[in-house]
C-alpha cells in the first residue's frame, strides 16, 4: 500500500521541491525558446500578451439532462474534447502558445513579433485570436443532445511576466 498518503513522505516531497527552488536562474526569452520541460528552478523573462478565454455556461452544457449522470457527463466531455480541439488548432495556426487548459478555461500567449516595440502588434494579435476563438466556439453547442452553445468572456493581459514550469507535465 505504497499509495496511502503518509506524513513523512508527504513533507520529504515538500521539502525537495522546496528546495529546487530555493536559487531561480531568470533569463531573457529568445526566439523559439522551448518552454515545454523548462527546470522548476529556471525562468524565462518574456514580453507577451496572456490571453484568456473561459466558458461562462459550462453548468448549463453540464445540465443538459435535468439530472447529473452519465449522459450529461458524456455529453459535456464530447463537448469540452471539440471545444479543446478546436482552440488548438486557432492556436497552432496562429502562431500562439497554449499555456494551460483548466477544464473550461484556457491560458495562452502571443509572444510574436518579439520585442517590448512590438506590444500593440501583439495585443491586436490576441484580440483577432479571442475573436476567432469566440466565433468557433459559439458554434459548438449541438441542438439535438440540447447541447447550447459555448458563452465565453475574453480577458487580454500584456506585458513582461515570467514563464515558469507549473509542476505538472508540459504546462
Given at each position: 500500500m505504497a499509495n496511502n498518503w503518509k506524513y513523512d513522505r508527504a513533507r520529504k516531497s515538500i521539502d525537495d521541491r522546496i528546495s529546487d527552488v530555493e536559487t531561480v536562474t531568470?533569463?531573457?526569452?529568445?526566439?523559439?525558446?522551448?518552454?515545454t520541460s523548462i527546470p522548476t528552478n529556471k525562468a524565462y523573462r518574456m514580453d507577451a500578451a496572456h490571453l484568456y478565454v473561459e466558458i461562462l455556461n459550462f453548468a448549463d452544457i453540464l445540465a443538459t439532462t435535468g439530472i447529473d449522470g452519465i449522459t450529461a457527463h458524456r455529453r459535456a466531455l464530447r463537448f469540452l474534447n471539440l471545444h479543446q480541439r478546436a482552440v488548438h488548432r486557432i492556436l497552432s495556426r496562429t502562431d500562439t502558445r497554449r499555456v494551460d487548459f483548466h477544464n473550461q478555461r484556457l491560458h495562452s500567449i502571443v509572444a510574436k513579433p518579439y520585442g517590448t516595440a512590438q506590444e500593440a502588434t501583439r495585443v491586436h494579435r490576441a484580440v483577432a485570436i479571442a475573436q476567432l476563438v469566440t466565433e468557433v466556439l459559439a458554434e459548438t453547442g449541438?441542438?439535438?443532445?440540447?447541447?447550447?452553445?459555448?458563452?465565453?468572456?475574453?480577458?487580454?493581459?500584456t506585458g513582461l511576466a515570467l514563464a515558469v514550469n507549473n509542476g505538472r507535465n508540459g504546462y
Open positions: 531568470i533569463v531573457d526569452y529568445t526566439r523559439e525558446t522551448d518552454l449541438d441542438e439535438s443532445s440540447h447541447v447550447p452553445s459555448a458563452q465565453v468572456r475574453v480577458g487580454i493581459d
